[in-house]
């Protein structure tokens, strides 16, 4: 007796009969998750630029406070064109560039240094974190007045507050870091006689960097909050004081157009980051709010 | 039982080297006496022996063995390797996890030669750079020696942590349930491999097991121990002759161990 179903058996292993309809099925699949990424975000913005001229157009909102689409990308292209001839745009720029860069320095510096004595000493962790969760629950730009008055006007003020803003983050993360290598990697460098700084560096801090930089992803964001902040508030020669002025005069295309180069410039110091993350950590997969960046 | 276990200790007295490990009245407690996580545990290995330790969960058996390993005080009690109180890590102490450990940002070889980096510094871990790819050789991982262990498969990555262990030429094996991650195919394996190395060595080893079949297979003696706080009930005299295959574990002599142990085990249970 031959049967399909012995096929390189060399025995049966099927009962006849073995006439079965075909069971081909097929999972579900919504048209929203067949659209490719670029042509996703694509649509979104003409759906929400749409949404924005027809508000203008029809003056559902006073055309003062709410400029077109056009003048928008009109001033973005006179702002454009003021920094790339180097106007006194491109040296506000510059200025709020500088405050951002000591600013996230120093708050690595401080915020990795404090991390370090929480994460690793007793000392740290009961005797500072304590104060360290209190200071962080405050709003912290409610500090500026105090950077302003301590500091002056210049620069000082505002790398000052953006460095407090942004070291918390990075303590929080560093000392998160240092307690993550798990039970089994300690007790191996335990018996294995290490000291407390081979511990420290070969093993707690390589471990714990996936958290330090999500903590430095955090500082770098607050960082540029800081600065703004400050500089609101505390004038000076930076982006944050054009915009200022700019909203003073009801100049709304303006103030839009400026939002937009300090996004791009709060946009790349964060994938600077990013950047250092996925060169230094490449052994860990880094995520930006839980979803994966392209490797 | 305590009968038994002096039983046991005369019998591989007569076949076996001198003592290397000899623990006396070691316990060892938690929370100012209240919580005991080891009762009173005496014990010697002798030169080239493989024991086995078997016991519930949370017995006291890892206790046990990071006591050993200079790694958590006894309470009380004394612990001596070669003759003199282990008070800290030792260096004629190898160990294995039941995880690999291995660190994802050290290449394959890198990992193997972490114990010499961090006894010895980087220049004495860059001179053994040959041995630990003749180490790697040995168990099978050539040409993987320059991967990062996310590339490595469960076996791949116990059998870097071998090397690991063996790196330093440690005169005594302190395994912690060291291939229970693995599926047993692997497994059966690996515990022939884990015997070779021993062999070749002449090693000391203590294995830490949940499973009674591996124990039988590996040991010379196996030291049943009760729940928690543990001790030592029965010490089982393992007569099969080495080096042990796969296929003894089909032998009735095997079977008869097993049941045994197993009897003894279900016994301590039930009397807890």
Known sequence: MTMATERDLGRPVTVEPASFPETVWTEKVTIIDLIPRSVAMIGLLVIVLTLWWSVHHFQIVSRIILPSPQEVAADIIFVGKNLLSGGYMLAALWITTKEILFGFAIAIAIGFTLGVIVGETSFGERALLPYLVAIDTMPKVAFAPLFLAWLGFGIGSKVALAAFIATFPIVVGTAAGLHASDENARMMFKSLGATRWQTLFQMKIPTGLPHIFTGLKIGAVGVMAGAITAEFLGGGKGLGELIRVAASQLQTPRVFSLILYLSALGYLLFWLVVFAERRIVFWHRSTVAGIETRH | ?272
């Open chain 2, 1 to 272: 039982m305590t009968q038994a276990v002096q039983t046991a200790i005369q019998a591989s007295a007569e076949r076996l080297g001198p003592p290397v490990y000899q623990l006396r009245n070691v316990t060892r407690s938690f929370a100012a006496g209240r919580i005991k996580a080891l009762d009173p545990v005496d014990l010697d290995l002798r030169e080239g022996s493989f024991s086995a330790v078997i016991g519930p969960s949370g017995c006291g058996k890892s206790t046990l063995l990071k006591i050993m390993a200079g790694v958590t005080p006894p309470t009380t009690g004394s612990v001596m390797l070669y003759g003199s109180p282990v008070v800290g890590p030792r260096t004629e102490i190898g160990m294995m996890y039941q995880q690999a450990t291995l660190f994802p940002w050290l290449t394959t070889i890198e990992n193997v030669l972490l114990p010499i980096k961090i006894r010895e510094g980087a220049a004495a871990a860059t001179a053994k750079r040959e041995q630990a790819q003749a180490l790697l050789d040995l168990v099978g991982l050539t040409g993987f020696e320059n991967v990062y262990p996310k590339q490595l498969s469960g076996g791949m990555a116990q059998r870097t942590s071998i090397c690991r262990m063996l790196i330093t030429e440690p005169q005594v094996l302190l395994l912690d349930e060291p291939f229970s991650a693995l599926d047993e195919l692997v497994r059966d394996f690996m515990n022939i491999e884990l015997q070779r190395i021993c062999m070749s060595r002449n090693a000391t080893a203590l294995l830490i097991t949940h499973s009674i079949p591996e124990a039988v297979l590996l040991s010379d003696t196996v030291y049943v121990m009760s729940p928690r706080p543990g001790h030592f009930v029965e010490a089982v005299d393992i007569d099969l002759p080495r080096p042990r295959t796969l296929d003894m574990m089909t032998s009735p002599e095997f079977g008869e161990y097993v049941r045994h142990i197993r009897n003894r085990l279900d016994l301590e249970a039930a009397s807890a």
